[in-house]
């Protein structure tokens, strides 16, 4: 049975708590640009980033708390514990559809040198690129979209990985390792960027 004190103790971690998280989100706030950039990054309302950022919700939404962290380029963990601060913090890419968070090591970014803004995650749904397996994540550079490689597309049907090779008179050789190639005209070609890192499934 808790008795009073425990009671009194635990109301104060919790205080404590989110106290952290809301000076935390504050720096996020700070980092943005202000709160107007940081509801317009986020979607989240003004009412609720101010009772965040001044500790009177008690359990804050998760998808809230990754959209702050997205927003801040760092962890939920850090955000919500303090841990780690910059030592460990992520760069965060959405998917394609903004609608899934990869979280990639600041290591291997900072190591493609690119603009991690136009950039995107995908997971690859198939097997057309003898190089990548079903379900490996792909790194896609949305600003590159010519010259010979490996880049997302869009047919129609969806997003597709293919090698492309440019060709004379604006034709582009669209490649599938597995499934053979055709020869179609870039207008015809809706180019979502260029595959420039890839993490292999084991």
């Known amino acids: 049975m808790i008795n009073n004190a425990d009671k009194r103790v635990n109301a104060a971690m919790q ?3 989110q106290k952290g998280l809301g ?11 202000g709160t107007g950039k ?6 989240i309302s ?17 998808k809230q708390l990754i959209s702050i962290a997205a927003a801040g380029n760092v962890s939920v963990d850090y955000l919500v514990t303090g841990a780690g601060g910059d030592s460990e913090r992520v760069d965060l890419v959405s998917d394609i559809e903004n609608q899934q968070i990869f979280y990639f090591d600041r290591s291997v970014t900072a190591r493609l040198g690119v603009d991690l803004k136009r950039c995107r995650g995908f997971i690859n ?4 690129i003898d190089s990548y397996q079903s379900g490996d994540l792909l790194l896609v550079n949305t600003q590159l979209k010519n010259g010979d490689g490996i880049y997302l597309v869009d047919f129609g049907g969806g997003p597709a ?16 390792d ?6 179609i005209s870039v207008e015809d070609l809706n ?8 993490g292999i499934k084991q």
């Open 23 to 33: 000076e935390r989100i504050k720096n996020v706030r700070d980092q943005v640009g």
């Open 125 to 128: 749904p198939g097997d057309s």
């Open 46 to 62: 003004q009412s609720y980033l101010s009772r965040l950022m001044n500790g009177v919700i008690d359990n804050p939404g998760v």
């Open 161 to 176: 990985v293919r090698r492309l090779a440019w060709l004379p008179g604006g034709m582009v050789d669209v490649i599938s």
């Open 191 to 198: 180019i979502i960027g260029r595959v420039i890192w890839a």
């Open 178 to 183: 597995n499934y053979g190639s055709n020869k």
């Open 15 to 17: 205080h404590s708590m």
């Open 38 to 43: 940081l509801m317009e990054a986020t979607g």
